[in-house]
């Protein structure tokens, strides 16, 4: 993602007072705000996507290149057209590792470098001029005791004048100690001024992060630290804000891509509820789906704080159309419900504002996920028991999130749709195929039932020997099918009740290529015309049409064969009595690995001995095929 991909940093940073200048790693301009481009006098387009130091004058006769120092991106004093000179700092900001951005805060010391001007050239005004400054200023000695503060220093500390003199370094700077205020002093006097972060203790008890400009002075021939305090609230909160909108757009492209590799939308959604409810510190969020026929919301994911009790259950089914009309027009209007008091929803919501009440709800904030228009569900967030002003930002950075779970819930509506047509064209194809193959034993009721009776035992085969579910599925296919070139044959010779002539048995063996024939132009996902051609093929090369031998029987067709077999000798025919299921299993144990697959007789052989083992009698579908 990028700097400015969802959210409009305007909102965060135009309000600044001071100048703020975010640049790529390159030193090109991704962002200004507006004190900056008042204070440089140029347009934004003559500043953004462009390096950074065009848009600064000139300083001294030297280009602001010159004047970069070797370890900083800005010069550490920038003179403005004006005559105003702007100190600079920097924070760098992470993006996963990969990317940084610099975040340049200018702040106008012009005050402060009269100050200093001062110290050096007026020691008989520098009284006047350190109550004047609109800089926090403390002066004190080797011991840390306080000697001189100005009107800014207590009152940023919530102090009186005479409180604070009474105070030491080490009760208003947290951390301090006597052997690091020591070292202060032996760098100041080295550096002649030093830069220090810290936080200064308000009278309050709260903190207050500060950056700190030491150097070393001799008042009244007595040494002294003074200290020249900038308040880093503002931009501490500006780093927290950046470092939390990186690491939502990180989790937003860690979501993302879980959704894109195959994770369900209902696997990843409380990890979704749980990191944006405590993002927004709500005590709850709850995520709904819409049902389109009824309009109806039902809660599928909830999240609560450590001291909030699930209600899910009270969620399961929300007429939001006929029971809350207010909520139900506002989302059909794509509105965003932001309501920080629950008390302040007006007298159309009063069945709403009710309910909300009686579950301690003061806060709550709702938002409609959409898909081109069209609401999918919503995500809801609320504080219980105390009010909450949800963040213009947080709102803004949560319809990134929005549509990331619309294009997810719109994509699994598709993917159902399209396996309910699927189920569909799957049950129209087997009822036609199975049409098919009963006609075929119309033709002969010596036969009847023959192909379903062998497709059943095939897949129980296939089942035992661990086949995959796509080979199941076309081993049960082809045993439907693998008589269907029988049609060619004459029907009175199906029927004969004797033995076969030699031309008789060859026109019936024709039946395996008349069968692969009528299919062949069907494009099967599974080896269907191979079953039809290869049922009689044999291991060692006896059978027919073509004589194959094992390696090229396929093993569909070698499963399908075992189980035609059996079939047949346990069955009537009008030439010869049904033998008996002893005499069906000799058979196949007698010729295991020479006629039929070892394994397929195997396990042919241990579903016949089972107790519950028994061919349909119906000729209605055994069970439906499962073509996934």
């Known amino acids: 993602m990028t700097w400015k991909s969802d959210i409009d940093f305007s909102l965060l940073l135009d309000e600044v007072l001071h100048l703020v200048l975010v640049c790529d790693l390159n030193g090109k301009v991704i962002y200004a705000n507006k004190a900056y481009m008042k ?36 010069p550490r004093e920038v003179i403005m057209p004006n005559g105003a000179v702007y100190q600079t700092s920097s924070v760098s900001i992470p993006d996963n590792k990969k990317h940084a951005y610099t975040v340049y805060l200018l702040e106008d010391i012009t005050e402060k470098k009269k100050l200093w001007a001062a110290l050096n050239n007026e020691r008989n005004t520098f009284h006047t001029i350190i109550e004047k400054s609109a800089d926090p200023i403390f002066l004190h000695d080797k011991k840390g005791k306080i000697t001189l503060v100005n009107q800014a220093a207590y009152h940023s ?48 008890g709260s903190e207050l992060p500060v950056e700190v400009n030491i150097m070393p002075i001799n008042l009244e021939g007595k040494p002294l630290l003074l200290a020249s305090v900038r308040d880093m609230s503002e931009h501490k909160q500006l780093e927290k804000d950046l470092r939390r909108r990186l690491a939502f757009e990180d989790h937003i492209n860690q979501v993302a891509t879980k959704l894109s590799n195959n994770t369900t939308l209902s696997e990843e959604l409380p990890s979704i509820v749980k990191y944006f409810g405590e993002l927004l510190a709500a005590d709850q969020c709850h995520f709904f789906k819409l049902a389109p026929s009824t309009n109806d919301m039902y809660c599928i994911a909830e999240w609560c704080a450590p001291d909030i009790s699930p209600h899910i259950d009270k969620l399961h089914k929300i007429k939001v159309k006929k029971n809350f009309p207010w909520v139900w027009n506002k989302l059909k209007k794509l509105e965003i419900i932001q309501i920080n008091s629950v008390s302040d929803l007006p007298q159309e919501a009063c ?136 049609i060619n044959v004459p029907a009175e010779i199906l029927s004969l009740p004797k033995k076969l002539t030699y031309a008789e048995l060859e026109l019936i063996k024709t039946h395996p290529g008349a069968g692969e024939k009528i299919v062949k132009n069907i494009s099967f996902k599974w080896p269907i015309k191979e079953i039809i051609l290869q049922h009689h093929e044999r291991l060692n090369g006896s059978g027919y049409p073509h004589g194959l031998t094992e390696k090229n029987i396929c093993l569909e067709a070698r499963i399908v064969t075992v189980a035609d077999v059996f079939e047949a000798m346990v069955s009537h025919r009008p030439y010869r009595p049904a033998r008996t299921k002893a005499e069906a299993i ?33 000729k209605l579908p055994v069970e439906l095929l499962d073509l996934s």
Not at 69 to 74: I, M, N, S, W
Not at 176 to 185: F, G, R, V
């Open 39 to 74: 204070a440089v006098n140029k347009p934004g387009s003559a500043i953004l996507n462009h390096a950074y130091w065009p848009s600064l004058p000139r300083q001294k006769n030297n280009s602001m290149i010159s004047a970069i120092p070797k370890k900083e991106r800005l």
């Open 586 to 618: 000799k058979e196949l144990k007698t010729n295991s690995g020479k006629l039929y697959d070892k394994e397929a007789v195997k396990c042919c052989i241990s579903i016949i001995k089972s107790k519950d083992f028994q061919f349909p009698s119906t």
């Open 351 to 486: 069945l709403f504002k009710a309910i909300l009440q009686s579950e301690r709800v003061f806060s709550i904030l709702i938002l409609p996920i959409l898909h081109k228009g069209k609401l999918l569900g919503l995500l809801e967030f609320n504080t219980i028991n105390r009010p909450t002003n949800w963040r213009a930002e947080d709102v803004n950075l949560l319809a990134t999130l929005s549509d990331l779970l619309a294009n997810s819930i719109f994509q699994e509506q598709t993917a159902h749709k399209e396996k309910q047509h699927k189920k569909q064209l799957e049950s129209i194809l087997h009822e036609t195929i199975l049409a098919i193959a009963l006609m075929t034993e119309e033709r002969d009721p010596y036969t009847a039932n023959h192909q379903i009776r062998v497709a059943y035992l095939a897949k129980k085969i296939a089942t035992k020997m661990q086949l995959t579910p796509h080979q199941i599925n076309g081993v049960y296919l082809g045993g439907l099918l693998h008589d269907i070139g029988k």
């Open 157 to 204: 500390l919530g102090y009186t004048k005479q409180e604070l003199l009474q105070k030491s370094v080490f009760d208003i700077e947290k951390g301090i100690s006597q052997a690091k205020l020591n070292k202060i002093w032996r760098s100041a006097k080295t550096e002649k001024s030093i830069k220090v972060s810290g936080i200064h203790l308000k009278k309050d």
